[in-house]
Nanobody, 122 residues
């Protein structure tokens, strides 16, 4: 069982940077692939990025490549999402999630955090 808690979301201006943090508790964090998803109002939850259990391999949704960076610190049971050059269309609730293997679909993830709101003003 893994519990996930996200933080770091807030109201920012377009062009700003933000780092989201997801802290895990429970057993086996270092054995899970971790993902970040986001959900804007009225839209479905969408894949943003994922990283394997070792932290050596990361994958990104095409539209955010170059602006988003996922990383993890297994010693701290934490995964990060660095977002640069924020745009109003990045406004969403951002969720972290854990899965046994690298996956792209929300339905393949076993554990979810409660989400953190990112709002980007123009």
């Amino acid at each position: 069982q893994v519990q996930l808690v996200e933080s770091g979301g807030r109201l920012v201006q377009a062009g700003d940077s933000l780092r989201l943090t997801c802290v895990a508790s429970g057993r086996g964090f270092s054995t899970y692939a971790m993902g970040w998803f986001r959900q804007a109002p009225g839209l479905e939850k969408e894949f943003v990025t994922t990283i394997d259990s070792s932290g050596r391999n990361a994958y990104y949704e095409d539209s955010i490549k170059g602006r988003f960076t996922i990383s993890r610190d297994n010693g701290k049971n934490t995964v990060y999402l660095q977002i640069n050059s924020l745009k109003p269309e990045d406004t969403a609730v951002y969720y972290c999630a854990a899965a046994k293997l690298v996956r792209w679909s929300p339905g393949d993830y076993d554990y979810w955090g409660q989400g953190t709101q990112v709002t980007v003003s123009s």
